[in-house]
């Protein structure tokens, strides 16, 4: 069933679609893959505004890098992931030792997300500034560069995309299943109870953020080799940070898929208020995005998979408990 | 095997604890009683490194406690049943005390000690699976009981087991108490309820503002005048 769906979802794109719906699934699957990568943490009450940032280091640096120094995108990659775990760990270790939690943990890394965007913006000379950025072509005479990491095809995208998603779902598993998902439960709920049976919270909590923080750069590399466009709007900022924490919480940050129901969801709103309203209202999917995720916490707190999956038992729990 | 030699402690600027010096040795039990705002909470948080002393010294068996961090102290042998619980209220009484044997020596020993707790509080077998959060508060201080036992300590720290439990309830757990002490565990337990602990310990410190008032074994604090009038009311 679950091999099922996966061939379905692999083998889609072969039959024949066009190249708007192709771009949109791939949109949702790489939303699906930041998402996830974003509730690694999210969902052990570690609520970070700041993965925007981390983002824009994965998207930037590989084009800067490109762009400036003509370093192929595996150079720049691992570059970027070196610059994002020093600013995870930056951020990170003075906010576990000191027991930074919850509100004012959000406030910290809601700084993160906007200082780099600010960074991006006032480095316009070599970042383009405001205006975004675009990496210098290697398909001028050829469709498809491996050493630039830049493919015509949409399909190679696919693939790729799809083959990180699912490398995400399996670290998420990977987290389950350790002592230590049980331990960063335990140090969510009472962290110094947790610290008194022996838990090393700064250390555990710190990994957690690494590999949440990495996957999540990884995304911002994909996302603009993919669209060969990076924008600070786009990649970094609290738009995009709030966009995260939205799409985790709406699809459901407590079950595996839940994030990526998230980001079908989001991108077909986003999508669905482009195509009504135009570019009539600029910003009105933002501040739809604020309505419902008021309504999501209110009314839908485990979100969209997370309320289909206990609905689903209850009725199967019934239906055993009659038969 | 537990010493405070003149330990002062506090919060920022606030002082709590002043020169506090006690001891436990090996297979007593010890209280440490004193009205309210007297620093009883404060010293177990101090022994169990939630809060660094700022001058004196805590050995466990010789060692110096003073570098250690929280994490590192159950190694030593040292757990804590915390002031209300503090259970993990979304885990599972199972789970909870899945926790308490984090450590891995403690983890290779699991199904054992666990039919061992389970033995100690029947009603925790039977609840096993519900979630730590919607127990009573008499069950919810057996699981955090049980949850430090998990990790086979040597001392055992208890704040305030009695607090907001029903009287019939708060017997039962100085019941447990006694049979732990029985069991040749070593205690250190804060109390208010000082009429009840003292029943069950072999020695008491009185604490007041920060300070110990006095000490000795628990019948002769029974007896002494100062107790009987400020604490028992006779």
Avoid at chain 1, 142 to 170: C, D, H, N, R
């Amino acid at each position: 069933m679950k091999y099922a769906a996966l061939a379905l979802l692999a083998a889609a794109p072969l039959l024949g679609m066009g190249n708007y719906p192709l771009h949109l699934l791939i949109m949702c699957v790489l939303w699906g893959y930041v998402y996830t990568s974003w509730s690694v943490m999210g969902r052990l009450g570690m609520v970070s505004f700041g993965h925007g940032a981390f983002m824009g280091i994965g998207a930037y640096v590989v084009v800067m890098a490109w762009n400036h120094y003509g370093l192929s995108p595996w150079i720049g990659a691992p570059i970027a992931l070196v610059l994002t775990a020093i600013v995870a760990l930056l951020i990170g270790y003075p906010c576990f030792r000191f027991k930074i939690v919850g509100h004012y943990f959000a406030l910290v890394t809601l700084a993160l997300s906007e200082v780099t965007r600010l960074i991006i913006v006032a480095l316009r000379d070599q970042t383009g500034g405001s205006l975004g950025v675009t990496p210098n072509t290697a398909l001028a005479e050829t469709s498809y560069s491996l050493g630039a990491l830049q493919f015509s095809s949409k399909l190679v995208w696919f693939y790729v995309i799809l083959a990180f998603w699912l490398g995400g779902l399996w670290i998420w598993k990977k987290v389950d299943e350790s002592m230590g998902r049980l331990a960063l439960e335990a140090i969510s709920q009472e962290e110094d109870a947790a610290a008194s049976i022996g838990i090393n919270v700064t250390r555990l909590k710190l990994r957690v953020t690494l590999i949440s923080a990495l996957m999540t750069c990884m995304g911002g590399v994909l996302y603009a080799q993919y669209q060969a466009y990076v924008n600070p709007e786009t990649v970094s900022g609290i738009g995009i940070s709030l966009q995260m924490v939205f799409g985790a919480i709406a699809g459901g940050m407590f079950v595996r898929l839940g994030p990526t129901v998230g980001a079908v969801f989001t991108l077909l709103l986003a999508e669905g208020l482009r195509l009504w309203f135009g570019n009539l209202y600029h910003g009105l999917d933002l501040t739809v995005y604020g309505l419902m995720l008021v309504l999501f916490i209110i009314y839908m707190p485990k979100g969209i998979l997370g309320a289909a999956t206990q609905a689903w038992e209850k009725r199967r729990g019934g239906v055993a408990r009659a038969a | 095997m537990l010493t405070l030699e003149n330990v002062s402690a506090g919060y920022g600027s606030f002082q709590v604890l002043f020169g506090v010096s006690l001891e436990v040795k090996a297979g007593e039990s010890v209280a440490v009683i004193g009205p309210n705002g007297a620093g009883k909470t404060t010293l177990l948080r101090v022994i169990s490194k939630l809060i660094d002393a700022t001058a004196g010294e805590i050995r466990m068996e010789g060692r110096s406690l003073n570098a250690v961090p929280a994490h590192e102290v159950i190694g030593l042998g040292i757990a804590q049943v915390p002031e209300n619980r503090r259970l993990f209220p979304r885990l599972s009484i199972e789970d909870n005390l899945k926790m308490g044997a984090y450590l891995p020596a403690a983890r290779a020993r699991f199904a054992e000690r666990l039919e061992m707790v389970f033995a100690l509080f029947p009603r925790m077998k039977e609840r096993h699976a519900q979630l730590a959060g919607t127990l009573s508060g008499g069950e919810q201080q057996m699981c955090a009981i049980g949850r430090a036992l998990m990790s086979g300590p040597k001392l055992l720290l208890l704040d305030e087991p009695s607090a907001g439990l029903a009287p019939v309830v708060v017997q039962a757990i100085f019941e447990v108490v006694r049979k732990m002490s029985a069991e040749g565990y070593t205690v250190l337990i804060v109390e208010q309820n000082v009429r009840q602990v003292l029943k069950v310990v072999n020695r008491a410190y009185l604490l007041e503002t920060g300070r110990i008032k006095s000490s000795g074994s628990a019948a002769e604090l029974l007896n002494s005048s100062e107790i009987r009038k400020a604490y028992l009311g006779i």
